[in-house]
C-alpha cells in the first residue's frame, strides 16, 4: 500500500485548517449577530393612541367568558389541537412513545435526564392564587416596536396572568408594555441577563430546542457551571445564574409546540438536513400564544405584527433594529404565523390591543394593517 506523501498530508492539513477557520468565523457571526441597518423612532398619532387605549379598556372590562378560548381553539381546529393538555411539563408526561420527535417538538432520547431535572423543581402549575381563579385572562405580549407610545402599560397589569417573552424587558418601557411579569418564556439563549427582569412571584417557562438547553437548565438548578465544551452550542452567551428559586422554573411541554407547528400550522414534520432549517419551528410568540388558550379563558395580545412591507419600521420597542432584520432568520416562517394570527384575531377568539394583527380600532382604510 502507498504511503501518503508530505505534499498530501500537507493539503489534508490545509483544508482541515480551512474548514475550522470557515466554522469558528460562522459561530462568530451567530453570536455577534449582523444587523447593518438602525432605524429612527416614529411618531405615534395622539389619536391613535387615544383609540388604542380605549379598546384595550374595552376588553379588559368585558365579562370574562370561562372555557371560552379552548373551546373556540377546538371549534375552529378539531382534533389539531387539545383542549386538555397541560402547558407545563410534568413527571407523567415523559414517555418515549409519546415524543417522537427531536426538541423542540419532543423529548425521545431525553427522559431519564429530564425526570432528574423535574424532581428539583417542586411545582409543575400555576401558582395556587392563580391556578384558584374561575377565570382567568391572559395577555401575551410580543417585542414588536408597534407598542412603543401606545401607553397600554396599565392596562396590560391588569391582566391575570401576563406573559412575556425572551428579554423583551419592563425596565424603562412600563407606560406602554406594563410592569408585571407573571410568565417569561424563552429559552437560554434569550433570557434576560439583568436581574431587574426577574420578579418574585414570576415564572421563568423554559422552551428546550436541543440537548445544550437541557444541560443548561441542569446546571442552573444544580448551581454549577456549564461546562465550556457545552457553551459552543449555543448561538450566543448564556446566563449561568438565575435569581430565582426552582419553584419558580417550568419546561414547556413539548406537544404544545409540536400542536403549533405540526398540527395547527399544519408545518412538514422535521426531518433530517444536513445544513440549514426547515422553516418549521414556530416563534416564542405564536408558541407562547397558543399555550395561552390552553392556560387561560380570555386571551389577548399585544405587540405582534411583523410588517416585512415595511423594512423601515421598528422591530422591536426596545430597540432601534429595522424590520428587514427579520429577513436574516432561517427557522421561522413569519407570512404563515401572521395568516394564523388573523384568523385567530377576526374569528374572535383572541384580541389584539396594540392593532398589528388586525386594528379593531384603526380607520377603515389601516384596517388591516
Not at 447593518?36 to 379588559?60: E, G, L, W
Not at 401576563?162 to 407573571?182: C, E, F, K, S, Y
Not at 417550568?250 to 433530517?272: C, F, G, M, Q, W
Request: a positive charge; charged letters at 25%.
Amino acid at each position: 500500500m502507498k504511503r501518503p506523501t508530505r505534499k498530501c498530508c500537507w493539503k489534508v492539513f490545509l483544508r482541515c485548517l480551512l474548514f475550522c477557520v470557515f466554522l469558528l468565523c460562522m459561530i462568530y457571526i451567530c453570536k455577534v449577530g449582523i444587523y447593518p441597518r438602525r432605524c429612527d423612532v416614529r411618531a405615534v398619532d395622539p389619536d391613535h393612541v387615544k383609540r388604542a387605549k380605549s379598546f384595550a379598556k374595552r376588553v379588559i372590562r368585558a365579562e370574562c367568558r370561562p372555557n371560552f378560548a379552548r373551546t373556540a381553539m377546538g371549534d375552529l381546529f378539531g382534533s389539531r389541537y387539545s383542549t386538555n393538555m397541560s402547558v407545563f411539563l410534568r413527571k407523567q408526561d415523559l414517555s418515549e412513545t409519546l415524543y417522537q420527535y427531536s426538541p423542540p417538538f419532543g423529548f425521545p432520547r431525553y427522559t431519564e435526564l429530564l425526570e432528574d431535572i423535574l424532581t428539583m423543581m417542586p411545582e409543575d402549575g400555576l401558582p395556587k392564587r392563580l391556578e384558584s381563579k374561575s377565570c382567568k385572562r391572559c395577555i401575551v405580549i410580543g417585542s414588536g416596536g408597534i407598542l412603543r407610545g401606545l401607553q397600554l402599560g396599565s392596562v396590560v397589569d391588569q391582566y391575570d396572568i401576563v406573559i412575556r417573552l425572551n428579554n423583551a424587558p419592563v425596565t424603562g418601557h412600563a407606560q406602554d408594555v406594563g410592569n408585571r411579569t407573571t410568565i417569561r418564556m424563552t429559552y437560554p439563549e434569550g433570557a434576560p441577563a439583568s436581574k431587574e427582569e426577574y420578579f418574585v412571584d414570576g415564572l421563568f417557562l423554559t422552551v428546550i430546542f436541543k440537548h445544550a438547553d437541557i444541560l443548561w437548565l441542569q446546571a442552573l438548578l444544580k448551581n454549577e457551571t456549564l461546562s465550556a465544551w457545552n457553551k459552543l452550542f449555543f448561538w450566543k452567551s448564556v446566563v449561568e445564574r438565575l435569581p430565582l428559586k426552582p419553584n419558580q422554573i417550568r419546561i414547556v411541554n413539548p406537544l404544545v409546540v409540536k400542536e403549533t407547528s405540526l398540527d395547527i400550522l399544519r408545518y412538514p414534520a422535521p426531518r433530517h438536513k444536513r445544513w440549514g432549517w426547515e422553516k418549521n419551528v414556530p416563534t416564542i410568540g405564536v408558541s407562547a400564544l397558543v399555550l395561552a388558550t390552553h392556560l387561560c379563558d380570555e386571551v389577548s395580545l399585544a405587540g405582534f405584527g411583523y410588517d416585512l412591507s415595511q423594512p423601515d419600521a421598528s422591530l422591536h420597542y426596545f430597540d432601534n433594529l429595522c424590520m428587514n432584520a427579520m429577513n436574516l432568520q432561517p427557522m421561522h416562517d413569519i407570512t404563515e404565523e401572521k395568516k394564523l394570527l388573523q384568523t385567530l384575531v377576526k374569528g374572535g377568539i383572541v384580541k389584539d390591543l396594540s392593532g398589528g394583527i388586525h386594528c379593531a380600532f384603526c380607520s377603515e382604510h389601516q384596517s388591516e394593517a
